[in-house]
């Protein structure tokens, strides 16, 4: 403990750590292709329209100035919750209230980096959080780890909002004000609180932002929530590590979607969850936070 201050007890743990960035991206296109499937990027989609036996899917390639539709048996909402109107019909059937926050992340070079991902997390609260960022790493030839972000509750989650273009707004304005430097000063003091030589061992090299949706629950409810409306599936976002939870309900709720098969419940307005989605375990938790 003499690195460390103010922690009255430290734990050592081994944990995976999920790869993002073009590590992510180019493993899933080589993926995609090997089964010869049909990857288009850098587009906007504007619309997924659900006919009875096929969805339509629309969307506009950045830079072009018309859209393109093609039809498929099913189709996977994985826009973060916040791209389409019937968003609000869907909330509104589940009885559920959807928060939009915007949220940044610092990120930094170690300069003694090491062969082994590293994280550093003070828990539980409003504390610091540093988080290995693998999959844009300078030195992966020779597979040293020294890529990181920082997070602080109280300081990288701008706020919270009712809609995603809000949310959007608090974003835009760090970006054209001095406040991101602010935010900056005040999450490194904090992390150089408990470890003093976070300061000396790394480098600032910029900051990202997102818009990111969240079910508004009274308690520290952080699942992802999946479910269907007929032949598409949505996903509202929740931690990271739920992103294995919800895609295997996702293929799942596919199954029934095209065969009509599957251990699934019907909800209100023709919703499908999985009898284990937290929409039919812990639905009562989630409504209680929309009255």
């Not at 992390?191 to 600032?204: E, N, S």
């Not at 699942?223 to 294995?244: D, E, M, Q």
């Amino acid at each position: 403990m003499e690195r460390f201050r103010d922690i009255a007890i430290a734990y050592e743990l081994s944990e995976p750590s999920i790869a993002i960035g073009d590590k992510l991206r180019s493993t899933l296109t080589a993926k995609l292709a090997q089964f010869n499937v049909e990857l288009i990027t850098n587009a906007d989609i504007q619309c997924i329209d659900e006919r009875k036996r096929h969805v339509l899917v629309t969307w506009q390639c950045q830079g072009c100035n018309s859209s393109m539709t093609r039809s498929a048996d099913a189709a996977i909402d994985a826009t973060g919750y916040q791209a389409f109107p019937e968003h609000e019909t869907i909330k509104r059937s589940l009885g559920l209230s959807i928060i939009y926050q915007a949220c940044i992340a610092f990120e930094y070079r170690d300069k003694s980096p090491s062969g082994q991902p590293m994280s550093f997390i003070v828990m539980d609260g409003w504390y610091p959080c540093l988080m290995p960022h693998i999959g844009d790493n300078n030195n992966s030839v020779d597979n040293t780890f020294d890529r990181y972000i920082l997070t602080h509750g109280c300081y990288t989650i701008l706020g919270s909002h009712q809609s995603p273009q809000k949310a959007q707004a608090d974003l835009d304005y760090v970006k054209s004000t001095s406040k991101i430097d602010e935010l900056k000063a005040a999450a490194e003091a904090e992390m150089c609180r408990f470890w003093p030589d976070f300061a000396h061992r790394f480098v600032y090299e910029g900051w990202k932002g997102q818009v990111l949706a969240k079910p508004r629950a009274e308690t520290d409810f952080r699942s992802s929530l999946t479910f269907a409306t007929g032949r598409v599936v949505h996903v509202v976002p929740g931690k990271i590590s739920n992103v294995f939870n919800a895609a295997d309900e996702t293929l799942r709720l596919l199954e029934y979607a095209t065969r009509g098969c599957g251990d699934v419940l019907k909800l209100d307005g023709g919703i499908a969850v999985l009898q284990t989605s937290p929409l039919a375990t812990e639905r009562i938790e989630l409504q209680a936070a929309s009255d």
